[in-house]
């Protein structure tokens, strides 16, 4: 069994900076990729951005220049610092990892999700 566990979400300023992160502990045999995804309401959980393990990064548009993605592979833990922020960047975010079970399955987990609010 896999468990995320999120830290640092909160309510931030527009413009401001915040900083999120996820630890996964448990069965792991190896993680391939982490990532944050983020659901505002009454809209469709959307990526954000994912890393893998060698480092390699995916962002989605809207958060490109702003928002930077980092993996401790060591920690099993991914962060996303959050620079510049905007309103339209409140919504609950939840971590993802797609990884490797020490019984030889591979797995995708999820966090619980944690509230970012940016006040304007």
């Known amino acids: 069994q896999v468990h995320l566990m999120e830290f640092g979400g909160g309510l931030v300023q527009a413009e401001g900076s915040l900083r999120l992160s996820c630890a996964a502990s448990?069965?792991?045999?190896?993680?391939?990729?982490m990532g944050w995804y983020r659901q505002a309401p009454g809209e469709q959980r959307e990526l954000v951005a994912t890393?893998?393990?060698?480092?390699?990064?995916n962002y989605a548009d809207s958060v490109k220049g702003r928002f930077t993605v980092s993996i401790d592979n060591a920690k099993n833990t991914v962060y996303l610092q959050m620079n510049s922020v905007k309103p339209e960047d409140t919504a609950v975010y939840y971590c993802?990892?797609?990884?490797?079970?020490?019984?030889?399955?591979?797995?995708?987990?999820w966090g619980q999700g944690t509230q970012v609010t940016v006040s304007s």
């Open positions: 448990g069965s792991i045999r190896s993680i391939n990729a």
């Open positions: 890393i893998t393990s060698g480092g390699k990064t």
């Open positions: 993802n990892t797609d990884l490797w079970t020490n019984a030889g399955l591979r797995a995708r987990s």
